[in-house]
T-cell receptor, first 117, second 111 residues
Framework: EAQVTQNPRYLITVTGKKLTVTCSQN?????MSWYRQDPGLGLRQIYY???????DKGDVPEGYKVSRKEKRNFPLILESPSPNQTSLYFC????????????????FGPGTRLTVT | RKEVEQDPGPFNVPEGATVAFNCTYS??????FFWYRQDCRKEPKLLMS?????NEDGRFTAQLNRASQYISLLIRDSKLSDSATYLC????????????WGAGTKLIIKP
């Protein structure tokens, strides 16, 4: 089954304790992306990657790190989480076959609900 | 001004009615446009891509107006199951492959 998986689904942690949210896709997609979703603000892109070892900042990259060592995996790292990073996080992947080579249909993982106290 | 703007709603609509949403974008260089549907606390899923000529999929019609810089989504004969939040997405080539998402329009279909 084609899918994007994220782990963990729910996480409660304390300020400053480093954490990693994993994301994996089995569709051989070039493009992967991390979003956070907060009430009234919609989806905001944190980081995206067009292929292995290629990553770029989105709208809200501060406080986050990513890596793309393998095509299927795109982990999100919070080195020192703070309460303002409490949010719902989505990982997504897609082919780069849209108009002018841009990302096409985004396939999303089920989301990770993070609470930082 | 936000790059992509949507009326947040909620739109309360009786079952069977026709409802239309607009989404405006600020960057005239925008190239790709999409509508996604998101159910409460679930991941977004692609509803339609929006092409220059407009496109239709059953009860759903999407249109692009480049001159006025907006995309629209029309839902005919609305069903209870259409209740969701509808998100528009724009890919502006100025930002390479960054996708800009609207905050979403909430639709509630009432029996």
């Amino acid at each position: 089954e084609a899918q994007v998986t994220q782990n963990p689904r729910y996480l409660i942690t304390v300020t400053g304790k480093k954490l990693t949210v994993t994301c994996s896709q089995n569709m051989n997609h070039e493009y992967m992306s991390w979003y956070r979703q907060d009430p009234g603000l919609g989806l905001r892109q944190i980081y995206y990657s067009m292929n292995v070892e290629v990553t770029d900042k989105g709208d809200v990259p501060e406080g986050y790190k990513v890596s793309r060592k393998e095509k299927r995996n795109f982990p999100l790292i919070l080195e020192s989480p703070s309460p303002n990073q409490t949010s719902l996080y989505f990982c997504a992947s897609s082919l780069l076959t849209g108009l002018a080579g841009g990302p096409y249909e985004q396939y999303f993982g089920p989301g990770t609900r993070l609470t930082v106290t | 001004r936000k790059e992509v703007e949507q009326d947040p709603g909620p739109f309360n609509v009786p079952e069977g009615a026709t409802v239309a949403f607009n989404c405006t974008y600020s960057n005239s260089a925008s190239q790709s446009f999409f509508w996604y549907r998101q159910d409460c606390r679930k991941e977004p899923k692609l509803l339609m891509s929006v092409y220059s000529s407009g496109n239709e999929d059953g009860r759903f019609t999407a249109q692009l107006n480049r001159a006025s810089q907006y995309i629209s989504l029309l839902i005919r004969d609305s069903k209870l199951s259409d209740s969701a939040t509808y998100l528009c997405v724009v890919n502006t080539m100025d930002s390479n492959y960054q996708l800009i998402w609207g905050a979403g329009t909430k639709l509630i279909i009432k029996p």
